[in-house]
């Protein structure tokens, strides 16, 4: 057996317990911060753009230290620093109904920059604004770049209106990588566009992308070995941040599948910040993005009732995988411009109910949970008819809550805990009934 | 026909949510077809050269009470898109044989999708447009685009639509667009005289009437205007900016003249001034269309603004063409677009030193007294500095 060249992760879990993958990926993503806050002492540019339609690879083809906005909102989000950096930009002028993402962002800006692990960060060189899958990143940007006035470049990836990916979209893309992204990064960075680079990013890609897929596909086991949710943030941490094309993102998922897949021998289920989860009661499949300010309380809810998220849209919004979408060096562009026209939320709505159901049939879940995110309209708008839509067609039973991303104002444990007891009530009852039918 | 009969007939199209316009013009020749379409634009060109009825559908405003659309959207999205589902699920679109939702952002991007699941026997089309302003880049982007709804139209119709069709109806929608330039230049030189109250209801008969009838009647209008004699106050004048989509209630807008303002420039309804220049209706008619919306279209913050020193440039454009003393922000609540926009505008206009104040609506508000506070302080204040 091959050795596995990891880092060690230096953390000891304390009273919190946590894989050996997910406290490694904590580790990159601290040390990215790090590399983003040393960036200009060290001569490096500096990039910014969006999870969604993310296109990493290229980014380092011009060797920018790349920071993600909404990963930094995150995670100010989970170390409960992001309330005051709203509040800061609602004093400043933001209205209270928009993006809490951007307000966090903003708000950091309007503190010093400071970034979640308490190093400043530094002003982008480049914004790449990659219009994937949700309208306020257009906005977004125009702010942060009426702020800094630093450069910035738009990559507009057409929305897939009538559920397919038409040949004048994918041309349409190429054709901005090609005459305006890529002649954009190689001035701000000085350096020159080598595409075997691109190649060779694009190959580590591919093998990450396929050790991911077997991870999250792992869910369809009993018991699951993961939670596709609340784990599954972690797994998808490197993939689709900073890290994608990078050797040790590949490295990563060589790790946390042969994790995964010991957890499967073994008949184990996932593990939880209080422990490995013994008794699986209900499989579920989420849709919408977590809350962050409060993540291990949320998290908290489901394992306690014994509940695994087996599958999640969430853990597909900065790349659709698991239907055999890969990274292509053979037709590098053309690739990336697949990837970001096949995000979560450049699908149209049948799109994603047909995907939801497809996850409530192949990982046999119990039913649909939807978190509905005051802050994401590209998400939130209009699934209610999701959820009616899904019930209809899989005779499974869903249920809706509402929460926000990192406005910590916005998320009512009571209610919350209320709606998912009546939910696994629900499923009990169901069950109960299917049993009686048969019997 | 005399001024009273004109406004009252735009009132009562305004008011009229069963589009009995629509339905009498289908019912005039058998076979005609009429094609629905959401804020903020579409190439109706296209819908005209197929023979068909462009009919602007922008929410239910305050005569809807809905109460099948709010079991649709959280208390978080804006109000448009669930009157709009309640005249959908009350039957009241079942006059449309189809609907277009173009570009604008992710709650009405979405609807597209929702509209396909719920009205399956209708043609639903999402209409993007280009984020990238470069002829063969965006511009080939969109030219594709528009074909393919040409191409829908097409088939529904059961015959090609051909470029002398399009050229025509180009034509038609110049004309409109020329008779609606010169209504708010009229609008913006003596605003006493054509009070935004009725310019608006004039705009909305464009909605729901082909565009030879609404450019018949904005002449009309103008021509009934200019001879009355109306009084003229000592109002400050204003640029109202952020209803590009979901509409104020008329009332608001009645408010915000009573409180002592003209609104001599507006974005209501900008589909119908979306294109700043004639298109031209010689050469290739998609490029022609597809050149006009590339250099020659509105800016507004559905789309993306190439260069920083661009953004807020239209609205200057708007405050110093029209003599404006100040602007009104005025947007729809959790409206994303316009409310992340805002913020830079307002950078803008304090550089500028153009007075500005804000506030929010629903297509449903109905209290005006805080409206009516708020304009009329702003009013007061502008009256002050430009004396001081």
């Given at each position: 057996?091959?050795?596995i060249?990891?880092?060690?992760?230096q953390?000891?879990?304390?009273?919190?317990?946590k894989?050996?993958?997910?406290?490694?990926?904590?580790e990159?993503i601290?040390?990215?911060?790090?590399?983003l806050?040393?960036?200009?002492e060290?001569g490096r540019k500096v990039?910014?753009?969006?999870?969604?339609?993310?296109l990493?690879?290229?980014?380092?083809?011009?060797?920018?230290?790349?920071?993600?906005p909404e990963?930094n909102?995150l995670?100010?989000?989970?170390?409960?620093?992001?309330?005051?950096?709203i509040?800061?930009?609602?004093?400043?002028?933001?209205?209270?109904?928009v993006c809490?993402y951007v307000k966090?962002?903003?708000?950091m800006m309007l503190?010093?920059?400071?970034?979640?692990?308490?190093?400043k960060?530094p002003?982008?060189?480049?914004?790449?604004?990659s219009?994937t899958g949700c309208?306020?990143?257009?906005?977004?940007?125009?702010l942060v770049?009426?702020?800094?006035?630093?450069?910035t470049?738009m990559?507009h990836v057409?929305?897939?209106g009538?559920?397919h990916?038409?040949?004048?979209m994918?041309e349409?893309?190429?054709?901005?990588?090609k005459?305006k992204?890529?002649p954009?990064?190689e001035?701000?960075?000085?350096?020159?566009?080598?595409?075997?680079?691109?190649?060779?990013?694009?190959?580590?890609?591919?093998k990450?992308?396929?050790?991911?897929?077997?991870?999250?596909h792992?869910?369809?086991?009993?018991?699951?070995?993961?939670?596709?949710?609340?784990?599954g943030?972690?797994?998808?941490?490197?993939?689709?941040?900073?890290?994608?094309?990078?050797?040790?993102a590949?490295?990563y998922?060589?790790?946390l599948?042969?994790e995964?897949?010991?957890?499967?021998?073994?008949?184990?289920g996932?593990?939880?910040?209080?422990g490995e989860l013994e008794?699986e009661?209900?499989?579920l499949?989420?849709e919408?993005?977590p809350?962050?300010t409060h993540f291990?309380?949320?998290?908290?809810?489901?394992?306690e009732?014994?509940?695994?998220?087996?599958?999640s849209?969430y853990?597909?919004?900065?790349?659709?995988?698991?239907?055999?979408?890969?990274h292509?060096?053979?037709?590098?562009?053309?690739?990336l411009?697949e990837?970001?026209?096949?995000c979560?939320?450049n699908?149209n709505?049948?799109q994603?109910?047909?995907?939801i159901?497809?996850?409530l049939?192949?990982?046999?879940?119990?039913?649909?949970?939807?978190?509905s995110?005051?802050?994401?309209?590209?998400?939130s708008?209009g699934?209610?008819?999701?959820?009616?839509?899904?019930?209809?067609?899989?005779?499974?039973?869903?249920a809706?809550?509402e929460?926000?991303l990192?406005?910590p104002?916005?998320?009512?444990?009571?209610?919350?805990?209320?709606?998912?007891?009546s939910?696994?009530q629900?499923?009990?009852?169901k069950?109960?009934?299917?049993?009686?039918?048969?019997h | 026909?005399?001024?009273?009969d004109?406004?009252a007939?735009?009132?009562h199209l305004?008011e009229?949510l069963?589009?009995?316009a629509?339905?009498e013009w289908k019912?005039?020749?058998?076979g005609r077809?009429?094609?629905?379409?959401?804020?903020?634009y579409v190439?109706?060109?296209i819908i005209?050269?197929?023979?068909?009825?462009p009919v602007?559908?922008?929410?239910?405003?305050?005569q809807?009470?809905?109460?099948?659309g709010?079991?649709y959207?959280?208390?978080?999205?804006?109000?448009?898109?669930?009157?709009t589902v309640e005249?959908?699920?009350?039957?009241r679109?079942?006059?449309?044989?189809g609907?277009l939702?173009?570009?604008?952002?992710?709650?009405i991007?979405n609807l597209s999708?929702m509209?396909?699941?719920?009205?399956?026997?209708?043609?639903?089309?999402?209409?993007?447009?280009?984020?990238?302003y470069?002829?063969?880049i965006?511009?080939?982007?969109?030219?594709?685009e528009m074909?393919?709804?040409?191409?829908?139209?097409?088939?529904?119709?059961?015959k090609?639509?051909?470029?002398?069709e399009?050229?025509?109806a180009?034509a038609?929608?110049?004309?409109n667009r020329a008779a609606?330039?010169e209504l708010?230049?009229y609008?913006?030189?003596a605003?006493w005289?054509a009070p935004?109250s009725e310019?608006?209801?004039v705009?909305r008969?464009?909605?729901?009437?082909?565009?030879?009838?609404?450019?018949q009647?904005?002449?009309?209008?103008l021509?009934a205007?200019?001879?009355?004699q109306?009084?003229k106050?000592d109002?400050a004048?204003?640029?109202?900016?952020?209803?590009?989509?979901e509409?104020p209630?008329?009332s608001?807008i009645k408010?915000i003249e009573?409180?002592?303002c003209?609104v001599?420039?507006?974005?209501?309804v900008l589909?119908s001034r979306?294109l700043?220049?004639?298109?031209?209706?010689?050469?290739?008619?998609?490029?022609?269309?597809?050149k006009?919306?590339?250099?020659?279209?509105?800016q507004?913050?559905p789309?993306y603004?190439?260069r920083r020193?661009d953004k807020?440039?239209?609205l200057?454009?708007?405050?110093k063409t029209?003599g404006?003393?100040?602007?009104?922000?005025?947007?729809?609540s959790f409206?994303d677009p316009?409310?992340?926009e805002?913020p830079m505008?307002?950078?803008?206009?304090a550089k500028?030193?153009?007075?500005?104040?804000?506030f929010?609506?629903?297509?449903?508000t109905?209290?005006?007294?805080?409206?009516?506070e708020q304009a009329?302080?702003?009013?007061?204040?502008i009256?002050l500095?430009?004396a001081?």
């Open positions: 057996m091959a050795t060249q990891m880092p060690q992760s953390k000891k879990p304390a009273t919190v317990q894989e050996d993958a997910m406290l490694l990926q904590k990159m601290n040390r990215n911060y790090h590399e806050a040393t960036a200009h060290t990039s910014a753009t969006f999870v969604p339609g993310n990493n690879e290229l980014l380092m083809c011009f060797d920018f230290a790349r920071s993600l990963t909102a995670q100010n989000g989970m170390r409960k620093k992001s309330g005051k950096m509040m800061d930009a609602e004093r400043d002028g933001h209205s209270e109904d809490t966090a962002d903003l708000g503190q010093g920059e400071v970034g979640p692990t308490g190093e960060l002003r982008p060189d480049v914004l790449l604004l219009y309208f306020t990143f257009m906005k977004w940007f125009e770049r009426q702020k800094y006035d630093c450069e470049v990559l057409p929305y897939q009538d559920g990916i038409s040949p004048n994918r349409y893309v190429v054709k901005q990588l005459e992204v890529i954009t990064l001035r701000v960075s000085g350096v020159k566009f080598d595409i075997d680079r691109l190649r060779q990013y694009m190959r580590e890609s591919t990450a992308e396929e050790d991911l897929v077997a991870v999250l792992s869910a369809k086991n009993r018991p699951s070995p993961i939670d596709g949710y609340f784990g943030v972690y797994y998808i941490g490197p993939i689709f941040t900073a890290f994608r094309g990078a050797p040790e590949t490295e998922y060589r790790v599948r042969a995964i897949e010991e957890r499967v021998r073994a008949k184990k996932p593990v939880t910040p209080e008794d009661k209900y499989r499949v989420v919408g993005p809350n962050w291990r309380d949320f998290w908290k809810m489901f394992y009732e014994g509940a695994v998220v087996v599958a849209t853990s597909k919004v900065g790349g659709v995988y698991d239907f055999g979408f890969r292509d060096p053979d037709h590098p562009l053309e690739s411009a990837y970001c026209l096949g979560y939320t699908l709505f049948p994603r109910i047909d995907m159901c497809r996850y049939d192949e990982y046999q879940a119990d039913g649909l949970l939807i978190n995110i005051k802050s994401c309209n590209s998400f708008a699934q209610l008819l999701m959820l009616r839509e899904v019930e209809k067609r899989t005779g499974k039973p869903a809706f809550i929460s926000d990192v406005d104002r916005y998320f009512s444990a009571a209610n919350i805990k209320n709606r998912l007891e939910y696994f629900m499923i009990k009852q069950r109960a009934a299917a049993g009686a039918a048969v | 026909m005399k001024l009273t004109i406004v007939r735009c009132e305004f009229d069963d589009f009995n629509v339905k019912a005039a020749q058998p077809m009429a094609i629905g379409y959401m804020p903020i190439p109706r060109e005209h050269a197929a023979g068909m009825l602007g559908i922008y929410g239910g405003g305050d809807i009470e809905v109460i099948q709010d079991a959207y959280q208390s978080y999205i804006c109000r448009i898109p669930r009157s005249l959908g699920l009350t039957g679109l079942d006059c449309l044989d609907m939702f173009p570009s604008i952002c992710d709650v991007r999708g509209w396909q699941l719920m009205f399956k026997d209708k043609y639903v089309h999402y209409v993007d447009v280009p984020q990238n470069d002829d063969s965006g511009g080939e982007f969109y030219a594709h074909q393919q709804v040409r191409e829908d139209l097409a088939k529904l119709r059961g090609p639509i051909t470029d002398d399009l050229r025509a180009i038609v929608y110049n004309d609606i330039a708010y230049a609008r913006a030189q605003p005289q935004t310019v608006y209801l705009l008969a464009g909605l729901v009437l082909p565009p030879e009838a609404h450019t009647l904005v002449r009309d209008y021509a205007v200019k001879a009355e109306r009084p106050k109002n004048r204003v640029v109202l900016t952020g209803a590009f989509c509409q209630p008329l608001l408010s009573m409180a002592g003209y001599v420039d507006d974005d209501f589909v979306w700043r220049e004639p298109v031209p209706t010689d050469g290739d008619p998609l490029t022609a269309l597809s006009a919306f590339l250099h020659h279209s509105v507004s913050s789309k603004d190439e020193e807020g440039k239209f200057l454009h708007q405050v029209r404006a003393e100040g602007v009104i922000f005025a947007a729809p409206c316009a409310l992340l805002r505008l307002q950078e803008v206009l500028h030193k153009v007075p500005y104040t804000a929010k609506y629903a297509e449903n109905g209290q005006m007294a805080p409206i009516r009329g302080t702003f009013a007061d204040s009256k500095w430009s001081a």
